[in-house]
């Protein structure tokens, strides 16, 4: 089946650092998402991206669907505490009934 | 919130017992996803439920099975626990079959001893 790889698998920032974290894939994607999970939590939907070059931001939160539309990538500007949590991505391939995730990125924020 | 409910929250079993989860989609929402995620891996797809269908699977044996109900509320039934079924397991509703934003539930987390 398709897989994605996410990278960093972790990252320690200083509060106020931008921070960059990206997915590829050998298949060809239709759709990439970016979620968030806090522990004990579900994952939270922060960005959805649908056509290949997009590049769409939420708030401090900017997401790019990569042109080869097997890859993507998400950055955070301006670090803050509240953005501690596990990011993954995730993906769907043409009429697939689930998403595909990635194994995730765990960001820490040093105050 | 995304709206989407699952109770329980946290449950332990037994290896060799059956489990029942069950999960409230967003309103208007008619499609519902089931998610497991082990401990430090993403989700991973078990299957999804359509006008009370199954609509897709997963690589999960028979003995995971679901229901949905007229209400789009939806069950995960797991017969025959193994220790290896220890993990989060999360409903995603969708607003329809096609449709690609899936909004996820806070989880329950099994534990299979």
């Known amino acids: 089946g398709q897989q994605l790889n996410q990278s960093p698998q972790s990252m320690f920032i200083q509060e106020g650092e931008d921070v960059s974290m990206n997915c590829t894939s050998s298949?060809?994607?239709?759709?990439w998402l970016w979620y968030k999970q806090d522990p004990g939590e579900g994952p939270v939907l922060l960005i959805a991206l649908y056509k290949a070059g997009e590049l769409t931001s939420n708030g401090r939160l900017t997401a790019q669907f990569g042109i080869t539309r097997k890859d993507s990538f998400l950055n955070i500007s301006a670090s803050i505490p509240s953005d501690v949590g596990i990011y993954f991505c995730a993906g769907r391939v043409g009429s697939a009934r689930q998403l595909t995730f990635g194994s995730g990125t765990q960001l820490t924020v040093l105050p | 919130e995304t709206g989407v409910t699952q109770s329980p929250t946290h449950l332990i079993k037994t290896r060799g017992q059956q489990v029942t989860l069950r999960c409230s989609s967003q309103?208007?929402?008619?499609?519902v996803s089931w998610y497991q995620q082990a401990l430090g891996q993403g989700p991973q797809f078990i299957f999804q439920y359509y006008r009370e269908e199954e609509n897709g699977r997963g690589n999960f044996p028979p003995r995971f099975s679901g229901l949905q109900f007229p209400n789009y509320s939806s069950e995960l039934n797991v017969n025959a626990l193994e220790l290896d079924d220890s993990a989060l397991y999360l409903c995603a509703s969708t607003p329809g079959v096609g449709d690609t934003e899936a909004f996820f539930g806070q989880g329950t987390r099994l534990t299979v001893v």
């Open positions: 309103s208007g929402h008619n499609t």
């Open positions: 298949s060809i994607f239709n759709t």
